[in-house]
Every structure is written in C-alpha cells, then in structure tokens.
Nanobody, 127 residues
C-alpha cells in the first residue's frame, strides 16, 4: 500500500501564497498520476490540479488556472502545489491523491479515479 502525507497548510490573508507538499511512500511514486483536491464544509470534493508521472502533462481547474502550479520531484517522492493570489472562498481541506492507472485527462478530474489519499491539510484564507 501507499501512504501520502500533506503539509504546508495554514492561515493566510487574501492575496497571499502557500506551498503545499505531499510526501509519498513506496518505490513506485514515479509511476503515479498525482492530484490535488479540496473540500470545504458542506461542499463536494473538488478537483484542483493533477500531474502525470513524468510531469509532461498537467491539468487545472478553471478556477485556479494562472494562480496555482502543480509540480513533482520523483527523486524525492514529493508533489507540490504552489498557490498564489489566494481567495477566501478557497478555504478548504486540501488533499493529495495518487492514481496508479495511466494518465488520462478525463480520469484526473474524478475523485473515484484515485487509489490512495492523504489525510489532508487545512488552508484558511481570511478576508
């Protein structure tokens, strides 16, 4: 099995930035498509960003394009989410997830595609 641990969440003012990290276990990290999702109270879990195993392909929710950047360092078994110009409505728990199936654009936006999930890290954006 694979374990994922998120870190880097916290409290920021609107317009501020945070960098989230997701550390993964196992030797097969480089084979996984990695995604970030978020869930606010009373809301559905929402796709944020995804990256293929090689880093060649990325996908972003329309709401975060131009402000968030997903990246990965396979040598460190870590995926990152750089979040800039944060908005209060983006307050949520942010989750890292891993998909063991080959990358496909239609798959990465669907939570049920992912095989492993972290426990989440809280991001709070104040106005």
């Amino acid at each position: 099995q694979v374990q994922l641990v998120e870190s880097g969440g916290g409290l920021v003012q609107a317009g501020g930035s945070l960098r989230l990290s997701c550390a993964t276990s196992g030797r097969t990290f480089s084979s996984y498509t990695m995604g970030w999702f978020r869930q606010a109270p009373g809301k559905e879990r929402e796709f944020v960003a995804a990256i293929s195993w090689s880093g060649s392909f990325t996908n972003y929710a329309d709401s975060v394009k131009g402000r968030f950047t997903i990246s990965r360092d396979n040598a460190k078994n870590t995926v990152y989410l750089q979040m800039n110009s944060l908005k209060p409505e983006e307050t949520a728990i942010y989750y890292c997830a891993a998909d063991t199936q080959p990358y496909a654009r239609w798959r990465v936006v669907v939570p049920s595609s992912y095989d492993y999930w972290g426990q989440g890290t809280q991001v709070t954006v104040s106005s």
